[in-house]
């Protein structure tokens, strides 16, 4: 289990990574670094490819193709 350190730099958050057999699970908070950019920086400190990401997401008006560029 470890702790991504703050990203972004208007709202800084932190999200908890922790290892499984199969991937890397990812806590967010708010994800207002963006979702994308979490799992950037966790795959880039790990070396793993994420199983599940879990936290806030306030995409509440995004468009349908924002949404799923974002799942992508």
Known sequence: ??????LSTIIKEQSLMVAM???LVIVTRCAHPGAVNIVKKTMELTNM???LVLGGFPLGGAS???ILSIIE
């Open 21 to 23: 057999v199969k991937g």
């Open 64 to 66: 349908e193709n924002k």
């Open 49 to 51: 490819e994420v199983h």
């Open 1 to 6: 289990m470890a702790i991504t350190g703050e």
